[in-house]
C-alpha cells in the first residue's frame, strides 16, 4: 500500500461561531471537532499527520498536542494556499496525500478507507469524495465528463445557473498523488470571487494536464461541515444517535435515547440499562449489569458490575462492584469505593477511600479520608478535614461504627472496631475497640 500522508485545514477563524475559540476546537460528544478528523484519518490507517493552523494555532497545538506536526498558515489566502504550506513536512517516501477539513468531525474511518482504495484500485491521480445532495446550497458543485470523470469543481459563488442544479457535491476530502499535487499548487491562481487560491483549481489543472480525477461517493452526514452553532447542535444529535445506536447493538438498554446523552469516548459494558435524562462524559467506563439513572451525570468515571446510581453524579470517581449511589449523591475527584458499597441521599465523598461493604446512607460529608470495611457512618457525620490553610486525612479502620452527627476532626484515627457516641466531636485519636464519646 502506498504510504500515506494526511493534511487537515484547520488555519480558519470561523466568524459565523462569533466566538473567540477557533471553530476546530469547538465540542461536539466531548471531543473537539478537529480531534474528531484526527481519529478518522488514525482509523483509516493514515500514520502521518500535518495541522495547518493559523487563527488561534497555540490553542490548537496546546489541545491537540504533539502527535501531529504542524504548518502555519499565517495569511489566509485560501485552501490552496493552505496546502501549499503543509508540503514542506510531507516525508519524503509519502506518494499520496490526502486532504480533509478540520470541521467536518462525522466524517468516519470506514470513508476515507474507502476513499484511499478507490484511488488505487482505479488508478488515477486525483479523488474527491462527494455525496448527493436534495439540497445542495452552500457546496461546491462536482462537473463531470462524458465519461464520468470529474472535469473541475465550482465553488457556488462562481458557478453558473446550470451547475447551481447539479446535485453532487464536493466534501472538502481529497486524495491526490504527490508528486502531482506539489507541482499543481505551485501554478494556482486567485481567479475566483474570493480572489483565494482554491484547492479545488487543482482538479482543473490536473484535467488540463491530461491526469484523471475521479469522485467517490459517500453519505450526506459523513461531510457535513461545522459553520456555525446551529450546525454544531445539530451535529451533536447526529453524534449522540449513533453513539446509542451501537450501544444498543452491542447490548445495552437505553430506555429514552433521546434524552440519553454519551459521549464518544464512554465504555458500556452489555445487559446495562440506561435510564432517562442521564448524561456520561469523558472516559466513563460501565461494567455490565448495570443501573444508570435516571437523572445521573457521570464524567470520567468507573462503574464495576451491577452497580446501581440514580439522581446523582459522579466525577472522576471509582465504584466497586454491586454499590449503590444515591438518590442526590455527590462522588468527586479521587472518590473510590470497594465492592457492595452503599452511599445514599445528600452524601459528598471527596478524595476519599470506601472499604467493601461498608455505608454512608445519608446527609454525610467524607472528605479525604480512609474508611475500611463493614464500616457504619450515621447520618449527619462530617469530616472536618481543612483548618483554614491545609487539608487533613481521616482514618476510619474495619469494622468502625460512627454515631449520628458526629464531627471527626483531622488529623485524626478511629481504630478497628471502635465506636463513637452520636453526638460527638472528636479531635484525638479513638483506639480500637474503644468508645469515643465528647459532647458539650
Known sequence: MPKTAAVILAAGKGTRMHSELPKVLHRVAGKCLVQHVLDAVGEAGVVQKIVVIGHGGEQVQQLVGDSVSYAWQKEQLGT????????????????????????????????LKRLLRHFDETGVKGAVLTACLDRPDGYGRVVKDEEGLVLKIVEQGDAQPAELEIKEVNSGVYCFAR??????????QPDN????????????????????????????????????RLELARAEGIFRRRINEKLMENGVTIIDPASSYIEAEVEIAPDT????????????????????????????????DGVKVWQSVLEAA????????GPFSYLRPGTVLGEEVKVGDFVELKNSFVGNNSKVPHLTYIGDASIGKNVNIGAGTITCNYDGKRKWRTVIEDDAFIGSNSNLVAPLTIGEGA??????????????????IARG
Open 80 to 111: 490552496g494556499h493552505a496546502v501549499l504550506q503543509a508540503m514542506p513536512h510531507v516525508a519524503g517516501d509519502v506518494e499520496r496525500v490526502l486532504i480533509l477539513c478540520g470541521d467536518t468531525p462525522l466524517l468516519t474511518g470506514q470513508s
Open 193 to 228: 470571487v474570493q480572489g483565494e487560491y482554491y484547492l479545488t483549481d487543482v482538479v482543473s489543472v490536473f484535467r488540463r494536464q491530461g491526469l484523471p480525477v475521479s469522485s467517490c461517493l459517500t453519505g450526506e452526514e459523513d461531510i457535513y461541515g461545522i459553520n456555525t
Open 419 to 436: 465506636y463513637v457516641a452520636a453526638g460527638s466531636t472528636l479531635t484525638k485519636d479513638l483506639p480500637e475497640k474503644s468508645l469515643g
Open 318 to 325: 471509582v465504584v466497586g462492584k454491586g454499590s449503590r449511589i
Open 273 to 304: 440499562v440506561i435510564h432517562p435524562l442521564t448524561v456520561i462524559q469523558g472516559k466513563t467506563k460501565i461494567g455490565s449489569n448495570c443501573q444508570v439513572g435516571p437523572n445521573v451525570v457521570m464524567v470520567d468515571s468507573v462503574l464495576g
Open 179 to 188: 508528486k502531482e499535487l506539489e507541482e499543481a499548487l505551485k501554478i494556482l
